[in-house]
């Protein structure tokens, strides 16, 4: 059993290390990063916004159903819709988010659309994440802090959440990835203009979008496999950076 545990995951990382090794020997001596410029800081600036827009939400949702919700149908609805919300394709959400978003509030095609129905669509994973990461911490911990006299509120802050933060990093890393792979729900809302926006207003180009427009027009597969190393470059930088916190705040965790 153990051996095919071990030959499992084995197969599993040679798999990865195959498919991001073909990506990057086919990609690495065709980045220009002049050309690219643009579609990195839309990317970029799309998942600092979706991040600043769903992660309080998403994580304060969790924090209600966890630690303040009663158990009934009422929070068996919520946890019912939220599953539902995760299992919903891409597309939809895309042609949801420019409906409601491009058309009827009249955001056009916007960074500003873009980011709102990515933030919808990530929802689902950060709730669902930070509910797990919450539900980790003992109750021992809730226990002896409201048995020195914190209150909830003062419990849920400084000794619940501080124990979650690695859950919680987790939960935005999961997102962060989604939206950088993300391609229909952003050709459909944020638009295809390869320029520097000027404001949130403004349509632009994420690198993934870029990278499926280059494929399907065949206007150059060498040039789509630049645009795939640079996404595999920013996911793996985000990645080391976010588990590096990660890491702090368990040393600093443990050492309290």
């Not at 970029?44 to 309080?56: D, E, G, K, M, N």
């Not at 797990?132 to 209150?151: F, I, M, Q």
């Not at 400084?158 to 935005?172: D, F, K, N, R, W």
């Amino acid at each position: 059993m153990k051996a095919l545990i071990w030959l499992s995951a084995a197969v599993t990382v040679g798999i990865l290390i195959w498919i991001i090794g073909y990506v990057v020997i086919n990609g690495i001596t065709e980045i220009n990063i002049k050309e690219l410029l643009s579609q990195i800081l839309i990317t970029l600036y799309i998942i600092f916004l979706t991040i600043i827009v769903s992660a309080p939400i998403g994580i304060l949702s969790a924090i209600y159903l966890v630690e303040y919700a009663k158990k009934g149908k009422f929070v068996r609805l919520i946890r019912f819709a939220t599953e539902c919300l995760a299992s919903i394709p891409s597309i939809i959400f895309g042609l949801f988010g420019m409906i409601l978003f491009v058309v009827i509030l009249g955001f056009g095609w916007s960074i500003l659309a873009g980011t709102v129905t990515l933030s919808i669509m990530v929802l689902p994973t950060i709730i669902r994440t930070t509910e797990e990461a919450l539900k980790s911490v003992p109750d021992s911990y809730r226990e002896g802090s409201l048995g020195l006299g914190a209150s909830k509120l003062r419990t849920v802050m400084l000794v619940i959440l501080p124990s979650a933060m690695p859950g919680i990093l987790t939960a935005v890393i999961l997102s962060i990835g989604r939206i950088i792979g993300e391609t229909a729900a952003v050709y459909l809302t944020a638009g295809t203009v390869a320029r520097i926006p000027s404001s949130i207003m403004d349509s632009g180009r994420t690198l993934s979008v870029h990278l499926y427009l280059l494929a399907k027009e065949g206007i150059s597969f060498e040039k789509a496999y630049a645009t795939a190393t640079i996404l595999i470059i920013i996911v793996l930088f985000i990645n080391l950076v976010t588990n590096k916190i990660a890491k702090r705040l368990n040393k600093s965790k443990m050492e309290v």
